[in-house]
């Protein structure tokens, strides 16, 4: 037993000294083998932030480019509206010019596409050219191109610009003046100049110069004067209506002068000699009250002869007679007025009428032509608006006039009323009978 463990320790000391000769090289391949680790980890260390350095490079390049892209696809459209709304900001007789540098890089936009990179690039061009013409208006400049005149014969000859106004010279100067958009047509349309203006405008074609007339309304003060018409023809535009209303009020102001006569014939004040022309007929000495009473007005003076010839009668019986001279002279005072006053009334629903009538007319002719040419509405709705305008017009000047000669008539006969009523106080006063 002694000998076998012996043995056995033998066998383990070798083993020993062989695991120990063996250890050595594999501890220091170990050792190598953790240093390359940590190498590698920190390779990979570098590596992973030098990817998320790319990537935060790869984000913000990203991001850039999506900025870049709606600002490119925001200036571009810029581009595009201001293209697509600069004819509508230039004066009607530079579209003869710059519709033709324009045109081409239109169709050129449209083969491209919208949103390709020439389109973009022909947007920009077409908009240096926009802005080489802001650079040239302020001086001026001009070029040939043609224009219509007022018989509607296209003339050729030089179109001259400063700033937002035109001017326009036939090559034989016999036609010049300032252009301006004329509904219907391509070519502008040419406002005659005279004077000094014309004159000066005719020999800009020798000197290159000439004096600018001064339009702040851009020419449209010359269009409203050309548009606007006179009495004869605005009260044409009514129509049968119109033509209604106005003999309407023309037979009512006839009227009402005839009424200011017969009221300034017919006028009527209590006399002053009342007492006296009423102590002579009490009296029984008519022929004294008469005289009295052919001082008064004649209307007064019939009524004053029924008092004073029956003075000595029953009272109401004196006043019934009294009363009848003024109801006979009543109607003649109020003559006329009903028909006034049915002016007054028919005439606004004339014009209304006349409304309806131009409203149809306007929406037949809607029906036959479309609503896109405001030439053909212009007629009926001229009609419906005048004849409105010209119901308002008679109806309340006759309004006026008929309340004011409602007044005076009342007013007269007021007047007769209180001169039967103090003449019967002062007969019954003189007789005795006031105090029964």
Known sequence: MESRVEQSLQKYRVLQEEIAAEKVPLIQLINELENQVIEMRGQMRSIRSGEERAREELRAQRSLTGDLRTQNDYVSGLFAQYLNTYEGRLNIAEDQRLSALLDPFREAIELAGPGTQEAREKRAEAVEICLQRLE??????????QAIDRAGEILEGDVIVFGPAAFFREKSGREVGTLNYR??????????????????????????????PLDASMGKAASLEKASDNWREHIEKGGVVGYLIIGMGILALLLAGVKLIDFSALNVSIPSNLASTA??????????ANEQIAKSKPWMKAMLTEGAAHANEDRELME????????HRKPRLERFLPWLAVTAAATPLMG???????????????TIFGSGDPKAL??????????????????????????TLLRLAKRRISAMELAATEFSKIVNKLTGKGDA
């Not at 102590?279 to 004294?288: M, P, S, T």
């Not at 019934?320 to 109801?327: G, K, P, T």
């Open 136 to 145: 040239v208006i302020s001086g001026g400049y001009s070029f040939g191109g």
């Open 320 to 327: 019934d007679h009294m009363i009848s001279v003024i109801l």
């Open 378 to 403: 212009s007629s009926g709705i001229s009609e419906a608006l005048v004849t409105t305008e010209l119901g308002l017009v008679v109806a309340i000047p006759t309004l006026i006039i008929h309340g």
């Open 183 to 212: 509904p219907g047509a391509i070519e502008p349309a040419v406002s005659t100049l005279e004077g000094a203006f014309g004159e000066s405008l005719r020999n800009y074609g020798s000197s290159g110069q000439f004096n600018l």
């Open 279 to 288: 102590a002579a007929a009490v009296e029984g000495n008519l022929e004294k």
């Open 352 to 366: 209304l009428l006349g409304t309806v009538v131009g409203m149809i007319k306007t929406f037949t002719l809607i």
